[in-house]
């Protein structure tokens, strides 16, 4: 009876996870139905009839300023993820690649970069780009998130597992430069884990709030998460924008819910397949 137990564990332990997770989820769908007047006043889990009116107010705030952070961030993310998956394939590639003076110094650096908390260095940053006059600027969220130790460190160790040496060697036989060689072989081997990179780095970038919140002082370059969090201060003086925050919260997660099912097919379990297949 044990031994038939002891599975079961580790499911019960995911599930408690999971609905932990997704509680807070679950409570914001539920509160984007309630009017102000029930938001506080009726059972958590009891929804309202106020959903498309929540929606239908906080689309038209101030002449759609909620569209306009939304905007803002689907361009912070955006770019800044794909060019911060382009820069960790690149190098990915080249620390597991090439053999040169301060390779493991270089990557003991980068390693120790992943554990350094980015609230340590956001003033750092604001201070950079201050004396050259960037701050207050679209560039200002952009630059920071370009560079992501964390998805150099996974491009290395996706490189190094898929990306073998034999095909790179004979490909240099045959006369392929460098160049040909990392666009045409090695980044499309490594695709599966690129996307995986520019998913962590997407959302990272999407919820970011405390680089913004830095670096930006016009309310019409607010990403969504700084955007709701002036609107959330609002309401300690105007209670109704209380539901136009939870609405938004809701919203701002479904581009999140679409990016994954829309790039899920990438993640495949033979990441040689493309190269078998050429």
């Known amino acids: 009876m044990t031994a038939r137990r002891r599975p079961l564990l580790p499911t019960l332990v995911l599930l408690l996870g999971a609905l932990y997770c997704l509680f807070p989820v679950a409570w914001v769908v539920v509160a984007a139905t309630k009017g102000?007047?029930?938001?506080?006043a009726t059972p958590t889990f009891e929804p309202g009839s106020s959903l498309l009116g929540n929606l239908g107010d906080l689309f038209?705030?101030?002449?759609?300023l909620f569209w306009t952070w939304v905007a803002n961030s689907a361009v912070y993310a955006g770019v800044g993820a794909l060019l911060s998956a382009a820069v960790s394939g690149v190098t990915g590639y080249a620390l597991a690649k090439y053999s040169f003076r301060g390779r493991d110094l270089f990557f003991n650096a980068l390693i120790a970069g992943v554990l350094v908390p980015a609230v340590v260095l956001a003033i750092p940053q604001y201070l950079l780009l201050s004396e050259v006059g960037l701050?207050?600027?679209?560039?200002?969220?952009?630059?920071?998130?370009?560079?992501?130790?964390?998805?150099i460190y996974l491009a290395r160790i996706h490189a190094a597992a898929s990306v073998p040496d034999d095909v790179v060697e004979a490909a240099r036989t045959?006369?392929?430069?460098?160049?040909?060689?990392?666009?045409?072989?090695?980044?499309p081997m490594m695709l599966p884990g690129l996307v995986t990179v520019f998913l962590f780095q997407f959302v990272s970038i999407w919820n970011n709030f405390l680089l913004p919140f830095i670096m930006l002082g016009d309310d019409r370059k607010f990403p969504v998460t700084l955007g709701l969090y002036t609107l959330l201060n609002q309401g300690n003086t105007t209670p109704a924008l209380y539901t136009l925050v939870v609405a938004g919260a809701l919203v701002s997660v479904l581009p999140l819910i679409?990016?994954?099912?829309?790039?899920q097919r990438y993640w495949r379990v033979d990441l040689l397949s493309g190269s078998v297949k050429a």
């Open 36 to 40: 102000s007047g029930e938001l506080f």
């Open 60 to 64: 038209g705030y101030r002449e759609g």
């Open 135 to 151: 701050t207050d600027s679209y560039l200002s969220v952009l630059l920071p998130s370009v560079i992501s130790p964390y998805g």
């Open 174 to 187: 045959d006369g392929a430069g460098e160049t040909r060689i990392l666009t045409s072989i090695a980044l």
């Open 258 to 263: 679409g990016l994954f099912l829309l790039l």
